[in-house]
C-alpha cells in the first residue's frame, strides 16, 4: 500500500435484492396496463409501451444500484452507486455513532431519503450505524455487518486520535 493512500478499515457493498421488492416491478405493469387497455382501447398502446419502458428503467436502475460503505483513515465514505452522489463524513465531524435497529418509520424506507433518524442510506435489513454529527445533522447508514462496522468505527478513530 502506498504511504500517502488512506487505511481502509471496512467495506461492505449491498444490492437491492429482496424478493418482495421485485414483486411491486411485477404486480404494477399487471394492474396498470389491463386498466390502461379498458379505460381507452383505442389509444392504450403508446400508454402501454410507456409503463412498460418505465418499468424496465426503473428495474435496470434498481438491478445495478450498489450500496458501497467504506470506513478509512479519515472518512466514512458512502456511495449509492447509480442512484445518488457520494458522500464523504469526515472522522473529525463525528460526534458519536451507534448501531441501530430501526424500522421503516425511522429510515423512511429503502434508498436514499431524509427520515427520522436524518438521512438514511440503506439497501436491505434493518440494522445499521447512526451517527450524530457535529452540526447537528443525523446519518444512518444501513449494514449487513453492525459489528464490523462499529469495530472498524472505533479503530479508525483510535488510530485518527494517536497521529
Do not use: C
Not at 15 to 33: A, E, K
Not at 98 to 104: D, E, F, I, L, N
Not at 131 to 149: A, K, S, Y
Amino acid at each position: 500500500m502506498l504511504a500517502f493512500a488512506p487505511m481502509t478499515y471496512f467495506h461492505e457493498e449491498q444490492r437491492l435484492r429482496d424478493s418482495w421488492f421485485w414483486l411491486v416491478f411485477f404486480i404494477v405493469p399487471v394492474i396498470v396496463v389491463p386498466s390502461l387497455l379498458v379505460a381507452a382501447p383505442g389509444k392504450a398502446l403508446l400508454a402501454v409501451a410507456l409503463v412498460l419502458g418505465i418499468m424496465v428503467l426503473v428495474s435496470l436502475l434498481v438491478w445495478f444500484a450498489l450500496l458501497e460503505t467504506t470506513v478509512t483513515s479519515d472518512a466514512v465514505i458512502v456511495a449509492f452507486h447509480e442512484v445518488w452522489p457520494t458522500r464523504r463524513i469526515k472522522l473529525d465531524d463525528i460526534e458519536a455513532f451507534r448501531p441501530k435497529r430501526y424500522t421503516m418509520w425511522d429510515s423512511g424506507g429503502w434508498g436514499v431519503h431524509l427520515g427520522f433518524a436524518g438521512m438514511t442510506y440503506n439497501a436491505s435489513g434493518n440494522e445499521g450505524m447512526h451517527f450524530d454529527l457535529r452540526d447537528g445533522r443525523h446519518v444512518l447508514i444501513g449494514t449487513q455487518r453492525p459489528t464490523e462496522f462499529g469495530a472498524a468505527l472505533d479503530r479508525a478513530m483510535a488510530a485518527r486520535r494517536t497521529t
